[in-house]
């Protein structure tokens, strides 16, 4: 099982930006996706996670300007940015709980991160 992330750049203050999650492979069931970031000298933190029932939960610092998303048939997650600050500048990470055809229970695989920089 292999998570593609990608969709990150640099963009101004106040711009926007999609970022994408590609789950492949040997997959039976995906439960929920999430975004996470890491700034630099900071923890990684979750921003965003959509529930297979399409349920979402946000950081309160991204509430009504990030929305995430995913397209079931695709095994793929999304991450809408607008409005992006300064702030946001991070590594984002992408996440999924899912449940491979061959191994039994739901583990959690990641996505090898993809840059944002929002400059001021």
């Known amino acids: 099982v292999q998570l593609q992330a990608s969709g990150g750049g640099l963009v101004q203050a106040g711009g926007s930006l999609r970022l994408s999650c590609a789950a492949s492979?040997?997959?039976?069931?995906?439960?929920?996706m999430a975004w996470y970031r890491q700034a630099p000298g900071k923890q990684r933190e979750l921003v965003a996670q959509?529930?297979?029932?399409?349920?979402?939960n946000y950081k309160d610092s991204v509430k009504g300007r990030f929305t995430i998303s995913r397209d079931n048939a695709k095994n793929t997650a999304y991450l809408k940015m607008d409005s992006l600050e300064p702030e946001d500048t991070a590594v984002y990470y992408c996440?999924?709980?899912?449940?491979?055809?061959?191994?039994?229970?739901?583990?959690?695989?990641w996505g090898q991160g993809t840059q944002v920089t929002v400059s001021s």
């Open positions: 996440s999924a709980d899912l449940t491979r055809r061959e191994v039994p229970g739901t583990h959690r695989y």
């Open positions: 959509i529930t297979s029932s399409e349920t979402t």
């Open positions: 492979g040997s997959i039976f069931k995906i439960n929920a």
